[in-house]
């Protein structure tokens, strides 16, 4: 079945080191969302990227989406302890389902 | 205006008793979605309401679990025979039409099966 997976899992930051979180798909999405939870919060939209390779930016956030559709990644530049959270990347293979990746659970260190 | 509210936040029951979810969507919002997550894990899709189509309930993981939506407004999700795999939050989320991707969520309910 469907299977979007994101890697990595956990990730410890020194404050004002840099943060990329990948996510594959197991099949062709028609678009990616990426979404924040901050703990204890619930899921929180940021952003979404409908077009092959398309990139974009919010500050020091930066997202992608490759060319096949079927991975996206965000970066995220010079972290600071508010960008802690889980992030989730989602997306819909074409039907009225959302699937939601395993999220990335980022540490930011003071 | 009003986000998504979801009731109760907590909710303690006993195995094999039932137990019933409130989702109330942001007014004018056509799309719905139930989600459970389970500790430290990812969202997994439930059911899906748009507008007055048939729901898309092939999330559902058995037939214990039901949900319905009263005139394109408040969503209840009812657990039968609750059993304690079911203990997680259960997130509703709704947007604002069927071309409008952005999902907005609610605080969740947190379930647990004692």
């Known amino acids: 079945g469907q299977q979007v997976m994101q890697i990595p899992q956990y990730q410890h930051v020194q404050e004002g080191e840099d943060f990329t979180t990948y996510c594959n798909s197991s099949t062709t999405l028609s678009n990616i969302q990426w979404y924040k939870q901050r703990p204890g919060g619930h899921p929180v939209f940021l952003i979404q990227?409908?077009?092959?390779?398309e990139v974009k930016k919010q500050k020091r956030l930066t997202f992608q989406f490759g060319e096949a559709k079927k991975n996206s990644s965000l970066h995220i530049t010079a972290t600071q302890t508010t960008d802690v959270g889980t992030y989730f990347c989602?997306?819909?293979?074409?039907?009225?389902?959302?699937?939601f990746g395993t999220g990335t659970s980022l540490t930011v260190i003071p | 205006g009003a986000g998504v509210s979801q009731s109760p936040s907590n909710k303690v029951t006993e195995k094999g008793k039932d137990v019933e979810l409130r989702c109330d969507p942001i007014s004018g919002h056509t799309a719905l979605y139930w989600y459970r997550q389970s500790l430290g894990q990812g969202l997994e899709f439930l059911i899906y309401f748009q507008g007055n189509s048939a729901p898309d309930k092939s999330g559902l993981p058995s037939d214990r679990f039901s949900a319905e939506r009263t005139g394109g407004s408040v969503s209840t999700l009812t657990i039968q025979r609750t059993q304690q795999e079911d203990s997680a939050v259960y997130l509703c989320?709704?947007?604002?039409?069927?071309?409008?991707?952005?999902?907005?969520f609610g605080p969740g309910t947190r379930l647990t099966v004692t």
């Open positions: 989320a709704s947007r604002s039409g069927q071309w409008s991707y952005e999902q907005y």
């Open positions: 989602a997306g819909p293979p074409g039907g009225n389902q959302f699937y």
């Open positions: 990227l409908v077009k092959s390779g």
